[in-house]
């Protein structure tokens, strides 16, 4: 009778004779084990000889099944399934087990120093590269790489900023830049390559701005020198009327003729000609018409004064009489828009020094008395002389004083100088001195006073 479930099971009926399946007494026949030779002449190693000795358990079909029949009644034993042990390492392979674990260590290291290298793109002055490098962060790259940055270049990122593969450093460099912008002298640091570039940079209106240079001039690392002028707005007044321009001219001059205004002759501006002009300036143009005048004007002379005892105190004479100096002026007389204008001193020179004056100065002390003469009433004598005044002059300039001496008088009774010109005291004193020489007589219209 045919089972195909069992079909892969063999009858048994080809060993030796063994107790019936499911007999209680063990037997010796209850295991099969293969000979040696028989796993040696299979080409098994030693170990697998060793693995066959262990017990090889039949297999066994699902539960409740029927084991099929052999012939004559012998229940079939199905055929069994030997389980084999690993075979043993050979001794080559031992030996290059440590050269495995040194290979594994290496390649483990080859990450590591793969992992901390970074691909990095730097871009200096706008010149870009890319390259690998082992440093942490920006300022270790640019070192690494020799790049030197100062206080007006600009590092982005900036430095000391860590670093990753795949990340983009750019250096620019500074320049400086002399700028004249307005009138207006300074120095300024641009990054920028171009003269455009550094206006745009710098904030400066370019729009209808003089540029001393080509906008598309390069701006090397040393720099250049660069002279804008922006346009303003200027207004102009001349001749009653009001122009008002946009320029970018240097001076207020050049601004006028923009204007269509010229100058003539002396006309000028309410702001210097020269000067830088102003935005929302406004200039007034100054008609000037004029001409020159010469005047001599007088230079007063100096008093110079000295003591002299041979001088009675309170008088004095003078020793060289002072003259004036002359002095030659040249003015500048100007009428601005019609209206004249104050005289302006353009040129003088001395014609004449002036002359000193010498005066001496007396410190004799003043007799008071003259025998003789004092009991006389001089003060009577001098209201009808001069009317009491010391330094009276007749009409003819000939007598002088209170007493009217003439010159000669006067100096022959010691006096000095013009007796007009000496005290009240030394002109009663020579008075008294001429009346003891000679009487009333010098006085003959006046000299009865004496008595009165």
């Not at 300074?186 to 003269?195: E, P």
């Not at 001349?238 to 010229?262: H, L, P, S």
């Not at 003088?348 to 410190?363: A, F, H, L, M, Y």
Request: aromatic share 6%; glycine share 10%; net charge neutral.
């Amino acid at each position: 009778m045919s089972n195909s479930q069992y079909e892969t099971y063999e009858p048994y009926a080809a060993h030796e004779p063994y107790e019936p399946y499911g007999s209680s007494e063990p037997s010796s026949r209850d295991t099969y084990r293969p000979s040696y030779e028989a796993w040696a002449g299979a080409g098994a190693g030693a170990a697998e000889a060793e693995a066959a000795t262990e017990p090889l358990l039949p297999r066994q079909g699902a539960a409740g099944d029927t084991l099929p029949q052999e012939a004559g009644g012998r229940t079939a034993v199905p055929r069994v399934t030997r389980r084999k042990r690993p075979p043993e390492r050979p001794d080559p392979l031992r030996r290059l087990l440590p050269q495995a674990l040194v290979v594994a260590f290496l390649a483990g290291g080859t990450s590591a120093f793969v992992a901390n290298d970074k691909a990095i793109e730097l871009s200096v002055d706008g010149k870009p590269r890319t390259l690998h490098t082992f440093a942490d962060d920006v300022t270790e790259l640019l070192a690494d790489e020799g790049v030197r940055v100062g206080a007006h270049d600009i590092v982005a990122p900036a430095p000391g900023t860590a670093l990753a593969s795949g990340d983009e450093v750019a250096v620019r460099y500074g320049r400086p830049v002399h700028l004249t912008l307005d009138g207006q002298r300074r120095q300024v640091w641009t990054t920028a390559h171009t003269v455009d570039g550094a206006l745009r940079q710098l904030g400066v209106r370019a729009e209808g701005a003089y540029v001393s240079t080509s906008r598309s001039q390069p701006i090397g690392r040393a720099g250049l020198a660069l002279d804008v002028r922006t346009e303003r707005t200027v207004t102009v007044m001349a001749d009653g009327r009001a122009r008002t321009i946009r320029t970018n001219a240097a001076t207020v001059r050049e601004a006028v003729d923009e204007a269509g205004i010229t100058l003539h002759g002396q006309d000028t501006t309410s702001v210097a000609p020269g000067s830088f002009p102003r935005d929302g300036q406004t200039v007034t143009v100054m008609r000037v018409t004029g001409s020159k005048e010469v005047r001599e004007e007088p230079i007063p002379f100096d008093v110079q004064r000295s003591d002299d005892s041979s001088l009675f105190r309170g008088t004095e004479v003078v020793e060289q009489a002072g003259q004036a100096g002359v002095r030659r002026v040249t003015l500048s007389l100007r009428t601005v828009n019609g209206v004249k204008q104050k005289p302006k001193r353009i040129r003088s020179e001395v014609v004449r020094e002036p002359r000193t004056q010498i005066v001496k100065v007396g410190t004799k002390p003043m007799p008071t008395s003259v025998q003789g003469a004092d009991h006389l009433n001089w003060s009577g004598l001098a209201a009808c002389e001069s009317g009491g005044r010391a330094g009276a002059v007749d009409p003819s300039g000939t007598y002088g004083g209170l007493y009217q001496f003439d010159t000669h008088t006067w100096h022959s009774l010691g006096g000095s100088g013009r007796p007009q010109d000496a005290p009240a005291a030394e002109q009663t004193l020579r008075a008294k001195k001429l009346y003891v020489r000679r009487g009333a007589s010098p006085w003959p219209h006046c000299g009865g006073q004496l008595h009165g």
